[in-house]
């Protein structure tokens, strides 16, 4: 972290090498972020592409009150919110582009499965839910990091996520129960 204020702070200053050092750490972890939300592994590389022009464009308006991380994730959501309200269409992974990618560490803890399970629940969250566990588990970020990019209260934060759980073992009860007919 104090390595990305670093980076942050000379690339500020119009240090190229630090801004593509910044760009180098975080491009895989943001496009995942979107593979994981959209269908299209173009688009996906499209709106990573997208989030780091606007990134480097909006480098002058980091004020250090956060860290680099959370504040790169909450552009990258706002940017995946336009991209929703550009198609008006629900987007989710198919478990075809899960195999062309990868795997990140939480992914290697599931098995297929298990990995199907976790994506039909979190497709049935509402949008909020879906969020907070993804910020939470998927990206390992901090209650204090999930509530920045959310733009909520860390209290609030925590509340989704509790309410999240909540939901999400109801959904893998009824799922569960569905698929042992």
């Not at 119009?14 to 496009?31: M, N, T, V």
Request: proline share 1%.
């Amino acid at each position: 972290m104090k390595e990305d204020m670093k980076l942050v702070g000379k690339a500020q200053k119009g240090d190229k090498e630090s801004f593509a050092a910044l760009y180098s750490k975080y491009k895989r972890e943001i496009f995942l972020f979107y593979c994981s939300r959209i269908n299209s592994r173009e688009d996906a590389l499209d709106i990573t592409s997208e989030c780091f022009i606007k990134v480097m464009k909006s480098l002058h308006t980091f004020k250090f009150n956060s860290s680099f991380r959370t504040w790169l994730y909450v552009i990258a959501r706002n940017l995946l919110v336009d991209f929703y309200k550009s198609r008006k269409k629900e987007i989710s992974l198919s478990q075809e582009d899960l195999e062309k990618f990868p795997e990140t560490e939480t992914h290697k803890n599931f098995s297929s499965r298990n990995s199907d399970l976790l994506r039909d629940v979190l497709d049935k969250l509402p949008e909020n839910y879906r969020t907070i566990l993804e910020l939470r588990y998927l990206m390992n970020l901090k209650f204090s990091e999930c509530a920045e990019s959310m733009q909520v209260t860390e209290n609030y934060a925590k509340v989704l996520h509790s309410r999240a759980l909540k939901k999400a073992n109801n959904y893998k009860s009824v799922i569960l129960r569905s698929q042992s007919k």
